[in-house]
């Protein structure tokens, strides 16, 4: 009993340092931005890279690669505090700081490559169409994301050995429930790793020929096959219930209007900064800025309509395998696991929580519990 008030008090201490480092990020991303763009350092930089290269796209792709590593430099302490520090001080991992250091890298290179393909299509759609920009922008964001979404399982791999499992229990189960939820499932595969990573969780990665199951590598040990079979039907039911589409439906809208709002914007303050053109790259800050205050204005509809659909995902998963008793012995094992606050402040549940509360997820699983114990009893 006493271990288990710990580990609550933990999860609590862990989501107030975590808040405060969310809304901290938000602060000092705010202000660097601002600065980069009022203190003039963008403009300077955009006009001396003009000086030197006489290709627009090169000028854009050159100051893309500066600013991104140079924000990454700035933010480099607090991603090191939240990332590597904090989790090894509530011993949500065991990397080194070798280790998460060269993940950082990793990833740092690909989201490097990213923001440059994807800003790169956006300051080109802005100089070729500056009138409907924002619409081809949207289109863009969700091919970006669709083909991310697509290519991602085939590229992890590279990063992380899977091993496919087959000729078992698990197995069989899992694609029962991948049959019942109308889908075709590549495999079922261990994903072993290397970052050591302790909060496990099930996968199901991909669309069409790329979809597939990963399971941590570690995940068979602290969860029973039932929980297994739940957690993955919880996933198989998002696919089932078409909620990456909904997603990504959503995502064209707030992105339609997001663009919208940032192409009125802009045309409204750049003049103001001695900017000529949108297609500048030297107002880069101030579309970054009013896109940025628009996210964070939405995040209560997004992250409210995902944790609708998680609800929803749960409720498929008992449904699916007609007991509710491992989604609720699961959730409580994740939860653990991830050092999630099973009751978390509303304010903080309703802006920076893309899931509902275990609290409120363990409530509904065991409302279904009741009406399935009813059903087997009039049985």
């Known amino acids: 009993m006493e271990n288990k008030e710990e580990n609550r008090e933990g999860a609590r201490a862990f989501e107030r ?4 480092l969310v809304v901290m990020r938000i602060l000092v991303t705010l202000l ?5 763009l009022f203190l003039g350092a963008s403009q300077t930089l955009a006009e001396g890279l003009q000086s030197r290269f006489s290709a627009w796209w090169l000028v854009n792709a050159v100051y893309l690669v500066v600013t991104v590593l140079g924000y990454s430099a700035f933010m480099f302490p607090l991603s090191y505090y939240t990332d590597y520090e904090l989790e090894r001080m509530f011993g949500k991992t065991r990397q080194t ?19 440059s393909v994807f800003f790169g299509f956006i300051y ?7 009138g409907y920009w924002w619409l081809y922008a949207s289109l863009v964001y969700v091919f970006f994301n669709l083909l991310l979404t697509a290519v ?3 590229l992890s791999p590279l990063a992380n050995p899977h091993e496919l499992i087959e000729d078992s229990t698990l197995f069989a189960r899992i694609m029962a429930c991948s049959r019942l939820g109308g889908l075709r499932i590549s495999g079922i595969y261990r994903w072993e790793f290397d970052d050591d990573e302790l909060a496990g969780n099930a996968v199901l990665a991909g669309v069409g020929p790329t979809r597939r199951v990963i399971l941590p590598g570690d995940l068979s040990d602290r969860y029973t096959e039932d929980e297994l079979v739940t957690i993955v039907a919880h996933e198989i039911a998002h696919h089932a219930n078409n909620d990456l589409y909904r997603h990504m439906a959503l995502g064209f809208v707030m992105s339609l209007v997001g663009f919208y709002l940032t192409d009125a914007c802009m045309r409204q303050v750049m003049p103001l900064l001695g900017l000529r053109e949108i297609s500048d790259i030297g107002g880069f800050p101030l579309f970054v800025l009013v896109l940025f205050l628009f996210s964070i204005l939405i995040l209560p509809i997004i992250h409210g309509y995902s944790r609708k659909r998680e609800m929803a995902a749960d409720a498929w998963a008992v449904r699916a395998t007609g007991d509710a008793g491992p989604m609720i012995t699961a959730l409580e094992k994740i939860a653990e696991d991830n050092l999630a606050e099973c009751d978390p402040p509303r304010w903080a549940e309703i802006i920076l929580h893309s899931h509902p509360s275990v609290k409120r997820r363990i409530a509904q699983a065991n409302e279904m519990k009741q009406e399935l114990d009813h059903v087997h009893k009039t049985d």
Do not use: Q, S
């Open 152 to 154: 991602m399982p085939l």
């Open 17 to 20: 340092a975590n808040n405060r």
């Open 97 to 115: 700081f070798g280790e998460w250091l060269g993940g950082y890298l990793h990833a740092l290179v690909f989201e490097l490559l990213l923001a």
């Open 32 to 36: 660097l931005v601002c600065a980069y």
């Open 124 to 130: 080109a759609l802005l100089r070729w169409a500056p």
